[in-house]
């Protein structure tokens, strides 16, 4: 809690993030339900106030985010973030996947000829500068070491085929992370 609270609050600081609520259920006329890849059955039900309409329990927000953001106007540079509470009926359980998903998301409009990799970077190293807060917050609080590096360390593909060649994707991965931390 005290991590999630942290990295929510730090995240939507460095990003001019808002915070909205997530439906739990959409419309399915809508298409606003992701059907994530293409054979997940949502979960659907109909209301007493509503016998001709079929509602669907959200699978993911990746729709809904970018409709939120048109829908209340947000600005160019600025973005929102939200908690999914969600039901997979199709999930494959294992120690890291269940049928019930608590999501934390955000999603924000990149400004006019900011679609590239400047900006990218720009916006991963908030993205961890937030994170390293957060783990800061966290050793302070509970005496647990931290162990992230102070810089986020940019490689391309390409240069990791260059630097392991003999290495399948995964050790080259490994190995990189090995070296900077």
């Given at each position: 809690?005290?991590?999630k609270?942290?990295?929510?609050?730090?995240?939507a600081?460095a990003l001019?993030?808002?915070?909205?609520?997530?439906?739990?259920?959409?419309?399915?006329?809508?298409g606003?339900?992701?059907?994530?890849?293409?054979?997940?059955?949502?979960?659907?039900?109909e209301?007493?106030?509503?016998?001709?309409?079929?509602?669907?329990?959200?699978?993911?927000?990746?729709?809904w985010?970018?409709?939120?953001?048109?829908?209340?106007?947000?600005?160019?540079g600025?973005?929102?973030?939200?908690?999914?509470?969600?039901?997979?009926?199709?999930?494959?359980?294992?120690?890291m996947?269940s049928?019930?998903?608590?999501?934390?998301d955000?999603?924000?409009?990149?400004?006019n000829?900011?679609?590239?990799?400047?900006?990218?970077?720009?916006?991963?190293?908030?993205i961890y500068?937030?994170?390293?807060?957060?783990?800061?917050?966290?050793e302070?609080?509970?005496?647990?070491?931290?162990?992230?590096?102070?810089?986020?360390?940019f490689?391309?593909?390409?240069?990791?085929?260059?630097?392991?060649?003999?290495?399948?994707p995964?050790?080259?991965?490994n190995?990189?992370?090995?070296?900077?931390?």
């Amino acid at each position: 809690k005290v991590a999630k609270d942290c990295f929510e609050r730090e995240l939507a600081k460095a990003l001019d993030l808002t915070r909205i609520s997530a439906p739990m259920f959409v419309r399915k006329s809508a298409g606003i339900n992701d059907n994530l890849n293409g054979v997940e059955r949502p979960v659907a039900f109909e209301m007493l106030e509503m016998p001709d309409t079929t509602l669907e329990i959200v699978h993911s927000l990746a729709k809904w985010k970018r409709i939120a953001l048109k829908q209340y106007g947000v600005e160019a540079g600025k973005g929102i973030y939200t908690d999914m509470n969600a039901i997979r009926r199709d999930e494959d359980l294992d120690n890291m996947h269940s049928i019930y998903v608590d999501q934390w998301d955000w999603e924000k409009v990149i400004p006019n000829g900011q679609r590239n990799i400047a900006y990218l970077k720009e916006t991963v190293e908030k993205i961890y500068k937030a994170i390293r807060l957060t783990e800061l917050a966290v050793e302070a609080r509970y005496d647990i070491e931290s162990i992230l590096p102070k810089q986020i360390t940019f490689i391309h593909t390409e240069e990791l085929v260059e630097r392991y060649p003999d290495l399948t994707p995964k050790e080259r991965e490994n190995a990189i992370c090995k070296e900077f931390g």
